[in-house]
């Protein structure tokens, strides 16, 4: 909340600049529209208050006049409102088939919504949590969730979107680099939100879209298309716990979250209590069926409201590595070393 206000002083309440190709004809037909809104208003209020005082009572026996109609002035106050708001339909439905046509030329991009984070999927299988997009082409997104009705909106675009599970949902944009500053080494940087209320955290359903030039864009894909390049598996778990929003529900400090799940801290190496009256060890085939069939255990003292999720194998596995690091249970090298015998050390026989 406070952080809201603080962005509304710094940043006001204004639309950001326009950015894609058809936001300058979106913000057009919105001040056609509110400049005649305010015009009429102004008018009709106007000649309501003047008419008020102009014939209000003179006296206590003034008696109204007769009224009749004016035809000339009734046909003009239907026929002017009448090309205007045709007006407005038709630069409206230009608008709205040209935004919803994306060209054929496109680059696509699969748009996954969840509870709450959003995955981007490149053609080549490359995934990532923030959307990066090429300039100077025309961008398609399919839209899909896994679960509740989300909506994908770029204020800097015009751009806004329901994303509906059960179907796929299509858009497009596309910002020219020179028109909006961008270059090899500042790519354009946009807000990118949620804007369908979709549960606990829809207000930090929230992300960006970073604009490059081709060039740097093909980079950053070839990188993000080798995720676990230079990272050990459970820093490669770490990034997809905070890419695919498990960090919303599972905390990693130990601390419960309100309608959550449990915390990753010493979560692997103890028992569970499940609901149906018995306990089991968090180990890796218990936190294997954890991740791909959610909700499947019933531990006690939590809600099964652990949405679905699309990991790969690998992912899963990286994931358990990481619940794994957080455990003081998890000793990878085996227990230190302790003075003294250890009980598995295997007696000498005695030779005599
Ligand atoms: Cu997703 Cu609001």
Known sequence: MISILAQTATKGISMPAPVSTYAGEVDWLWNVITWVSVFFTVLIAGAMIFFIIKYRRQTPDDQPHAHTHNTALEVTWTIIPLIIVLMIFVWGFRGFVGMATPPSNSYEVLVTAK?????????????????????????????????????????????????????????????????????????????????????????????????????????????????????????????????????????????????????????????????????????????????????SHGIVGYQPIMPANRLKQDEITAIIAYIKSLSDKYQPEGEPAEEGASENTVEAPATE
């Open 115 to 295: 509870k709450w984070s959003w995955i981007f999927t490149y053609p080549n299988g490359a995934n990532s949590d923030v959307l990066h997009v090429p300039a100077d082409r025309p961008i398609k997104l399919i839209l899909e969730s896994v679960d509740v009705i989300h909506s994908f909106y770029v204020p800097a675009f015009r751009t806004k979107k329901d994303v509906v599970p059960g179907r796929y949902n299509e858009t497009w944009f596309e910002v020219k680099g020179d028109r909006n500053g961008i270059t090899a080494e500042n790519p354009g940087e946009y807000d990118l939100f949620c804007a369908e209320y979709c549960g606990r955290d829809h207000s930090r359903m929230t992300t960006k879209v970073v604009v490059h030039t081709q060039e740097s864009f093909n980079k950053w894909l070839e990188e993000a298309s080798n995720p676990a390049a230079g990272l050990t598996l459970p820093q490669y778990g770490e990034k997809l716990y905070r890419r695919n929003g498990c960090n919303a529900c599972h905390s990693i400090n130990g601390s419960a979250i309100a309608n959550g799940g449990p915390t990753f801290k010493d979560l692997f190496g103890y028992p569970q209590s499940l609901k149906n009256g018995t306990t089991e060890i968090a180990d890796d085939n218990f936190l294997y069926q954890a991740i791909s069939q959610p909700n």
